[in-house]
């Protein structure tokens, strides 16, 4: 897989060689790519599993960060879904979120960590904002209902970095990524997102020998996907390069409708039958898509087709038994 592009001698930078990182969510779909990415580059990550430490406790994580002593907290874990889970458990995705939050930032400050990113989520920016979204359109309308406790829970961790960046001078920041993929993602179809939901439907689909496959919603709205690994990529160079109050975006700065991506995922999966959508099902967002010049200012591009990263991370989810 061909690496991210990104050229960091363009900023100075803010994170020390070898640093001493600890990637909060390291078992995640975004915590695990960026600890690889952080490692490879020569980092000591550090790590912690909720069993050995629950981020919604204040206290143990003020303790941990107090010992532990990190040059630079990376905070990717989050309660997260597709629109049925957060239609379905709205107080989990608020609450939990909050609680992470809360007591992962403000351990780090009390234990004097210099360097923390926040990782948000586009669906912070209001149902109809112009696109592409630019990262100033936050708080300007209204949220997509489907997942508005995840969307303020996120809004809340903005703030907050702002918040001590503003009162304490901290040197933390906070990023948007788009809707993401790769090894490593939720194929739940309970609580996953909609691409590795619609590989493993087309893949079961096809295994049944079904003839007809009946997706969610119209197959018009338009959403951007990007490879975690793309992601992980972008952090690092946000780490090294970007000290600034607003947040910055993440995303590939291209878009595609669900029902493109629908067709995508059954070229790849070999699916042949007929595809049937369900209007009477929710859509969402008519349309999400970010503008990227902000990072790609720093020097970053992405490197994934999304054709190649559908087809890799079908690959890999097949080596999951």
């Given at each position: 897989m061909?690496?991210?592009?990104t050229?960091?001698?363009r900023a100075?930078?803010y994170?020390?060689d070898?640093?001493?990182?600890f990637v ?19 980092h ?9 430490l629950?981020l919604?406790?204040a ?15 990376v905070?990717?874990?989050a309660?997260v ?5 957060n ?7 608020l609450?939990?979120?909050l609680?992470?939050q ?5 351990g780090a400050h009390a234990?004097g ?12 920016y209001?149902?109809l904002?112009l696109?592409?979204i630019t990262e ?11 997942n508005e ?5 996120k ?11 503003k ?20 194929f739940d ?19 049944e020998?079904?003839e007809e ?8 709205p338009?959403?951007?996907?990007l490879h ?5 990529a972008a ?5 090294r ?7 910055v975006?993440?995303g ?5 409708s669900?029902r ?6 059954a ?9 049937d ?9 008519p ?12 020097g970053w591009k992405?490197?994934?087709?999304l054709?190649d990263g ?5 690959a ?6």
């Amino acid at each position: 897989m061909t690496e991210s592009t990104t050229d960091v001698t363009r900023a100075p930078s803010y994170l020390p060689d070898r640093a001493r990182i600890f990637v909060a969510g390291h078992r995640g779909l975004v915590g695990s790519a960026i600890a690889r990415r952080l490692a490879g580059e020569g980092h000591e990550v550090i790590t912690r599993s909720r069993a050995e430490l629950d981020l919604r406790d204040a206290a143990r994580t003020a303790a941990f960060l107090a010992d532990t002593r990190p040059d630079a907290v990376v905070l990717a874990a989050a309660k997260v879904g597709g629109i049925m889970a957060n239609s379905t458990y709205p107080v989990q995705f608020l609450e939990e979120n909050l609680q992470i939050q809360l007591s992962v930032v403000a351990g780090a400050h009390a234990a004097g960590v210099g360097r923390l990113l926040f990782l948000g989520s586009s669906c912070i920016y209001p149902r109809l904002a112009l696109q592409p979204i630019t990262e100033d359109a936050l708080l300007t309308g209204p949220l997509e209902p489907t997942n508005e406790a995840y969307a303020l829970a996120k809004i809340a961790g903005i703030v907050q970095v702002r918040s001590y960046r503003k009162q304490y001078g901290a040197a933390y920041i906070s990023a948007m990524p788009t809707n993401l993929y790769g090894p490593g993602d939720n194929f739940d179809l309970e609580t996953s997102h909609v691409l590795p939901a619609l590989i493993r439907r087309f893949h079961e689909a096809r295994e049944e020998g079904r003839e007809e496959l009946t997706l969610w919603g119209s197959g018009t709205p338009r959403r951007e996907f990007l490879h975690v690994d793309d992601l992980a990529a972008a952090c690092a160079v946000l780490l090294r390069s970007y000290d600034g109050d607003e947040p910055v975006n993440i995303g590939c700065g291209e878009d595609l409708s669900i029902r493109e991506l629908a067709e995508m995922i059954a070229e790849v999966t070999r699916y042949r039958g007929r595809l049937d959508w369900d209007t009477s099902k929710p859509d969402g967002t008519p349309r999400k898509l970010l503008d990227v010049s902000r990072l790609t200012g720093l020097g970053w591009k992405p490197a994934v087709p999304l054709r190649d990263g559908i087809a890799s991370t079908y690959a890999w989810w097949r080596t999951q038994g």
